[in-house]
């Protein structure tokens, strides 16, 4: 069986056989709730969703993917007011107290690495619901889930994923999982908001084929801007090109496209939020720009959007954010049922994911991610894993570490 | 079938025999209630509360209903707080998320109309538990419900309306229904507290025996208020009558009053606390006047009460309003099983409510509301419904606009 | 059938036997849990939680206690925000109104009373989940759950109550069923942090063994600390010990203690945080103070602890507050079938505990206790129970009052 008492905290923790498990089964069950079909596959299992950062479509729809199962849940929504947090328990007294209770266990929480250092102190299985500014896997599963069913295939596609890369949980699980499903990646981000290093690596180690700009919507407009490109893994240099030019190329990008995927600033994340305006202007999405897309691009977005994402979009049929948002039923459902074991599945014992344990000596270094959870826990012990004889990764956060 | 897959907005989106198809079902329901039966009719159904603002009531007996129907529930207590519209998302795009998880969708909203734009987007029934200061339709059916059950009718009966009757959604809801189902209604509001002008139009076209009064309590201190008293539709003018004559009519209205409504003053909508205070004192019921009224009178209060209400007249078997309190749930069972198709009713076609549709074309007029949802969210367009040649109604918020 | 109806807002509501019935029972629902067994006890009833106060541990063990017997919830987890009370409504009328909604309430709340108060008002069964400072019984139950099931049993034992006696509502519960089921208890508590009088006046009247000391980590450091040690029910006098006799002193006590319970401090009671620092320091547990304990010693806390209790002592088989948290789900079980009546238990007549009733006339006289509701909510009427001619015990809050 597999998956049967697994935790999910990277879209890393599971292979892609694994992964397509999730989401074959998630077909299942769309088709079983399409037909009003009652599925008791959790009958008397308790989910726990426990979030310390503001939620709808997260918590909800884990919330309604378990009642649909048949099971019941707890709900901790605002877990830093109404908990013991509030009173200063660690997240691993939370969890060793709260594995006693439920079945399965969902949080989100603000700090990187957070849910690790949760999954690390459960018996029961640990769901991510997101953790600070690193991953938030279900999302991907769900937005993998969409690009397949929408688009039939995710190898090959080539997707555009553009605004805040470097704050955006989101978009970073699910670029490990595009570069792993074999698709390419155009990063259009503004300064400042590129993927993270550690991103980028990572991208690089599955040969993903990615090229990153600077902004999306200046083409249209005709103006005059800077346009930068940089290869794969090179820190992007500019280069100032006519406007058409310019025009003629990033038409044929959107030509090119079968995948825009929009993400808002996460302005909670920034020091201030002003220069977030400027950068958010650069990758506006609006009806002039959807007419330069291809027939049967898909518009992608987790929500909830600010102003990146204009409300004339929705009216056309490309837009496929709201049915994305609903595909999150059926796959949460399918990852309980086989993170509790209510449903057999078998794959061949080598396409199990082997998690990297984390090197044991690697004395007197500290995470250098002042978010990472090992820099604010007293009892978590910063842990790393070797990439290489010069280079270690957080166990945690996954950010990168030079050592001599 | 009735009202399955329909919204619950106004007490108006019901036609008289819509409302009684649902009194008559709550009356099956509590039967049932009190027999200890398990009603298993909402069973794999899924109810979301959306609560921009606090509750214990409404909240609680919609989620205490849709239990004792078997279904199951997702909470959204504090909204404005726990889900992304901390982040900025709009009632739109959470609303458009929310339909593909939830069978049905209770909200409360601060703005007025913000139920009516939720229900607009959503593809499965809304019900409005409270909007602003426009209405709060379901209160309006469990008042109706307890006064047709403690008094056997409602047509004939005289209902006094007490407080603050322009802030107060409950009892614009209210008053309308009690003109549709032919009760007399006496306003007794301090001024500055009087029913809107769009509510009081209401009633006049329902030919409802309005009569409104500054104060009530005063008369029975023996004072010299000034008593005003105006006929229905007109504005209210002064009057000064002698302490005994005002005496002598109020004791001859109390004796008269079938129900005493009262509710507490909006100080939450009030530019400022303060004016509220001697505005309560004119109004507040407590064993002095009760001793005035009818053996067989019934003191309703949608609660919470602040000081309007002295503790002193719980004791007193006229005291109805934890009783009416209780009928919440039987009253909202019904109404949930109607919506969702759960239950079997029929009523004759020509008695089925016709929602009036918006006019479309009314260029550049914006709702002179500034708590109207249109005012507030980008995306809402301000439509109107055609009065008269020179009067519109605000389609959202109800206000009323003369036009060139 | 016993309990039935019952409430529970002191551990003294209960009879010893009536206690032992629901850790009796609580056995057999562990039991049942760990062999998967559904029990569907309460199904189509409903609990609801009302926390004005933060929790973890006790709002969600009783939910999923209530969803383990197949019953279901309606939560208020921040019930001084999101209900009718930030609205001014009153704990009477929250209650009269839920009364009718609920089968059975859990109550947390500030006031010390204030549950008691509570159920007064209700005709469902009220548990408290904490009131205050005064007591919080159900963790009680737990706690000697905890001290049954892991050392055979509570007569006898010596159990040392460690940390912010005066205002920690958990260390009152158990002191007096601790008293009540013959352990002898030994107090390690900072100045100012004391058991209060009334408190150690119940356990005088039920003979209890008590001594009471001012620090307990001192010893360990070998400091000079001034030891004070006090025989049951006096006020604590002063000694000077030698750092070697004081050593020898409490080697000789930790080799005795068959139980430590540590407590944190109340700082959400406290009128200033820093006074709690140096206090903190003076009865923390770790790894040294482990050593000198008995082998069989259980370390119990009710959680969430801060300073007082070293994560380094979570490795050690001693430590039993995980274990004990955990417990706290068969233990509600227990309690909310037998006050619901869904679980027949019977004990001999003489054993149904008789609750006081309090005296009818004390005229005039005031609970001295700032917190007490009775000075807080303004329809609630001091009342008291004749201890002795001269001292009157707080029928809510159990302070006592000289009266001439």
């Given amino acids: 069986m597999i998956l049967a008492g697994r935790d999910l905290i990277s879209i890393n923790d599971f292979s892609n056989e694994e992964i397509e498990a999730v989401l074959n089964l998630a077909d299942e069950m769309s088709s079983a709730l399409e037909k009003g079909k009652r599925l008791d596959l959790c009958q008397g299992k308790e989910l726990y969703t426990i979030f310390y950062e503001p939620s709808t479509r997260t918590r909800s729809s884990f919330e309604t993917a378990m009642h649909r199962l048949g099971g019941t849940v707890v709900s901790h929504a605002e877990a830093q007011v109404t908990s013991a947090v509030a009173k200063g328990e660690s997240i691993a007294d939370t969890v060793r107290v709260l594995e006693r209770y439920a079945d399965v266990i969902v949080m989100r929480h603000p700090l990187d690495g957070s849910t690790r250092l949760a999954a690390e102190h459960s018996s029961v299985p640990v769901i991510s619901g997101g953790d600070g500014a690193h991953e938030h896997p279900t999302q991907t599963l769900l937005d993998l889930y969409t690009i397949r069913k929408e688009k039939g295939a995710i190898r090959g596609k080539s997707v555009a994923l553009c605004g805040d890369l470097r704050h955006g949980r989101t978009v970073h699980s699910l670029a490990i999982g595009l570069a792993r499903f074999g698709a390419e990646i155009i990063c259009i981000a503004p300064p400042d908001f590129e993927l993270p290093d550690h991103i980028r690596d990572t991208l690089k180690a599955y040969r993903c084929k990615l090229t990153e700009y600077e902004s999306l919507e200046g083409v249209v407009d005709e103006g005059s801007l800077v346009l930068h490109q940089a290869e794969t893994s090179s820190r992007r240099g500019g280069a100032r090109v006519g406007?058409?030019?310019?025009?003629?190329?990033?038409?044929?990008?959107?030509?090119?496209?079968?995948?825009?995927?929009?993400?808002?600033?996460?302005?909670?994340?920034?020091?201030?939020?002003?220069?977030?305006?400027?950068?958010?202007?650069?990758?506006?999405?609006?009806?002039?720009?959807?007419?330069?897309?291809?027939?049967?691009?898909?518009?992608?977005?987790?929500?909830?959007?600010?102003?990146?994402?204009?409300?004339?979009?929705?009216?056309?049929?490309?837009?496929?954010?709201?049915?994305?948002?609903?595909?999150?039923?059926?796959?949460?459902?399918?990852?309980?049922?086989?993170?509790?074991?209510?449903?057999?599945?078998?794959?061949?014992?080598?396409?199990?994911?082997?998690?990297?344990?984390?090197?044991?000596?690697?004395?007197?270094?500290?995470?250098?991610?002042?978010?990472?959870?090992?820099?604010?826990?007293?009892?978590?012990?910063?842990?790393?894993?070797?990439?290489?004889?010069?280079?270690?990764?957080?166990?945690?956060?996954d950010w990168l570490v030079q050592v001599a």
């Fill in 243 to 397: 406007s058409g030019g310019q025009e003629g190329f990033m038409s044929f990008l959107l030509e090119n496209l079968d995948v825009l995927y929009f993400t808002r600033l996460q302005r909670e994340r920034l020091p201030t939020g002003e220069i977030g305006d400027a950068a958010e202007e650069s990758y506006r999405i609006n009806r002039q720009l959807l007419e330069k897309s291809r027939d049967d691009a898909l518009i992608m977005h987790p929500l909830p959007r600010t102003g990146e994402l204009a409300y004339e979009v929705d009216h056309d049929k490309r837009a496929a954010y709201f049915r994305q948002a609903g595909y999150g039923v059926p796959v949460r459902m399918a990852l309980i049922a086989l993170l509790l074991g209510a449903v057999e599945r078998r794959i061949s014992e080598g396409q199990k994911k082997k998690i990297p344990k984390p090197a044991k000596d690697v004395c007197g270094v500290r995470c250098p991610n002042g978010r990472c959870v090992t820099n604010a826990e007293c009892y978590a012990t910063a842990k790393f894993c070797q990439v290489n004889p010069q280079l270690l990764r957080c166990y945690y956060c």
